[in-house]
Every structure is written in structure tokens, then in C-alpha cells.
């Protein structure tokens, strides 16, 4: 099962415009009979139900402030003894660490989150890959300022891949069809239209335009455009499905649950 729990890129938007797509930073979740999987802790992490017989992994896509501010907002203090792995394929783990410590911590967070918690460990995301094998667990280096790294994870024959942040370029066609293809659902960076993405080249985000050009080369069933713009309101998000016609590409919203 794929619950999403954020979907909105850069801020959270919480306003009577955004109530249907929703307004929290990205947080997708998997959940399978064995594993809660986690690709990134925007502030739609703090809906997540951390569950103590489920091993939880977080993948950390990059250290943008938009995909890790909500990992501190969970209801940690009813973990008994749990481990929850975090790991990105964008650093190692003690540099991933180090990021997240920084980040919570003064002057900018009022005590030494990272430090104080007692359920993280983290992991390479090489160890994370070879210790849970049945995972096929994948990663792949988007377009983004600083780096950004996709994932793809296959489970009971299932592919899901997390493809946010990334300024789609005709180079990365090939390597990026081949990473998808197949996929059962696919999350693709539609910050932006085509005549936006004009004055905002270098901010590291694909078009509504370009997910619906790369949708059409692939074989996918759930293809979701997410990371929407925080201006974005709910009735120009419904304007664009109509405008482009889309039936088989959906913009993901906030609490919204599919099959995995
Ligand atoms: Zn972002
Ligand atoms: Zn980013």
C-alpha cells in the first residue's frame, strides 16, 4: 500500500486553495507485510504511523530543506526500543548525519534532535541494498542543484519509483526510461508548466509537460505528477488535468492510498 502524505514542493501551502491536492512537503510511504518505507520526511512526515512491528526505512532523497523538515514531528516517545534506518544514496552515513544534526540543532532547532533520538540508525545505502535483498532496492542520480537521487524498489513483483527532484534533460532519457520502465507507480517532478520553467531553469524541477512526454515512451500504471508548485491551487491543478486532457496521469494528493 502507498499512502502519500505530502505533495507539495519547496513550502508547505496550508490554505481553504489547497485543502484537495494538499499542503505538506513530500512524504510518500510503502507498507508491505514486513517494511514501512519512507522516501523522505517533508512536513507530511508528521501523519505518518510509525509502526513498532514493521522495520522502518527512511530514504533521504537530498538535504533540501522541503524533504527533511518533518522528520523531528512524529510521535517517537511511543517507540518502544525501535530502530528506524535512515539512509540516501546521496551520502554517506555519517555525512548524512552530520546534514540532519546541523539542520536540528541551534540556531535554527531548540535542542540536538538528531543526537537526543535513540530510534535512528543510520546505514549506507550500499549495506541497506545488500542486507534486504528482497527489496531490489535501486538508485539513480537526477538533475538537481547539489544532487538528488531517485529510487526504485521492487516488492512482490511490484515497482515503485520516487523520482523528486529533478530538471528532466533530453540526456537523461535513455537511463531514465530504462530505470522505470515497468514500473507499477511512478512519482514525477511537475513543479512546473513549460512557459514557467522558462524563468526558473537551474532551480532543479521538471513540467507537467515533460512528465506527460516522458509517460507516453514507458509502461506504467500509476504515473503521479507531484512536488506542485506552493502557489498551485487546487482548481488550476483540476484546470490543467482538463486542459492537457489527462486520464491516465493523476497529480497526486495529499492522503491519497494506492495498491502496491
Ligand atoms: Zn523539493
Ligand atoms: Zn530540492
Known sequence: MINIHGVRGSIPN?????????????????????????????SGFSKVNLFNNLQTIIF???????HIQGLAFNNFENLTNKKIIITSAHS???????????????????IKFMELNK???????????SKFRDLEIKSINLNHPGNCSGYSIVEDNKKFCYLLDNEYEECQKIELIKFCNNSDT???DGMFLDDELLSKKGWGHSSVE??????????VKN??????????????ID???????????KFASENEVIDF
Request: glycine share 4%.
Open 14 to 42: 496550508s490554505s481553504q486553495h489547497t485543502l484537495r491536492y494538499g499542503g505538506n512537503t513530500p512524504c510518500v510511504e510503502i507498507k508491505t507485510s514486513k517494511f514501512q518505507l519512507i522516501f523522505d520526511c517533508g
Open 60 to 66: 533521504i532523497s537530498h538535504f533540501h530543506h522541503d
Open 210 to 219: 515533460q512528465g506527460i512526454d516522458f509517460f507516453n515512451q514507458i509502461k
Open 92 to 110: 554517506h552515513k555519517t555525512d548524512t548525519f552530520n546534514k540532519l544534526s546541523s539542520y536540528y540543532n541551534a540556531p535554527y532547532f531548540p
Open 223 to 236: 504515473f503521479l505528477i507531484s512536488h506542485h508548485s506552493p502557489s498551485r491551487t487546487d482548481n488550476q
Open 119 to 129: 530510534n535512528f540508525e543510520f546505514l549506507e545505502f550500499e549495506d541497506v541494498i
Open 239 to 249: 484546470e490543467i488535468q482538463k486542459r492537457f486532457s489527462l486520464t491516465n496521469i
Open 186 to 188: 511512478i512519482i514525477w
